[in-house]
């Protein structure tokens, strides 16, 4: 892969979903999907360290709904948008990452309930794919920064190349941040 293709294409900006400080040392942005199993496992690695790294480490989370859409994807990630307008995206993403499998539509408006959404919100904009044009822009941003599959990494803006389980992705985010 050329030099050009491991640089993060879209900057994170103020419409991101943010944990930590834009002061912090390190940057990690991950594109995911709430439906991905591989993406689950990478989330709880992150959770660890975000705990280790703690101030010195801001996650931006993307999503990055598989391709060939059949819905549960892009509706999941829709979801989580949705509850981004309540100000409830990192419950609802942790939430559905913490209970996967669970992509119903059904089963998204036990999660916004859950999180204390309003749930008559929450099924208008679901109803209405009010989030869905965000969503696809976000996934865009992804492909030409070069994703093709999730979970993908990028860490202060270049991707990650290696596995993204604890064993290698805490290293590479230290490393980014001068140390342990």
């Known amino acids: 892969m050329n030099k050009q293709a491991r640089v993060l294409k879209a900057p994170v900006t103020s419409k991101d979903h943010v944990r930590g400080s834009p002061l912090a040392a390190v940057t990690l942005v991950g594109y995911g999907d709430f439906t991905c199993a591989e993406c689950a496992k990478s989330y709880r690695a992150v ?47 942790d939430r559905m990452f ?20 309003d749930a008559d919100q929450f099924r208008r904009d679901m109803r209405g794919h009010v989030h869905l044009t965000r969503v696809r822009v976000v996934r865009e941003g992804g492909v030409r920064s070069g994703v093709v599959e999730v979970p993908t990494f990028f860490i202060n803006s270049l991707r990650h190349e290696s596995a993204f389980g604890l064993a290698t992705l805490l290293p590479a985010v230290q490393a980014a941040g001068g140390g342990a």
């Not at 931006?60 to 995206?89: C, T, Y």
């Not at 913490?98 to 959404?117: C, I, K, T, W």
């Open 47 to 93: 959770k660890k360290i975000q705990a280790k790294m703690g101030p010195r480490l801001r996650y931006v989370f993307r999503s990055f709904p598989n391709l060939p859409l059949d819905g549960k994807s892009e509706g999941a990630a829709e979801a989580a948008e949705s509850a981004g307008a309540q100000g409830k995206f990192w419950e609802i993403h």
């Open 98 to 117: 913490e209970n996967q499998g669970a992509a119903s539509q059904l089963r998204l408006a036990e999660h916004a309930r859950a999180v204390g959404l």
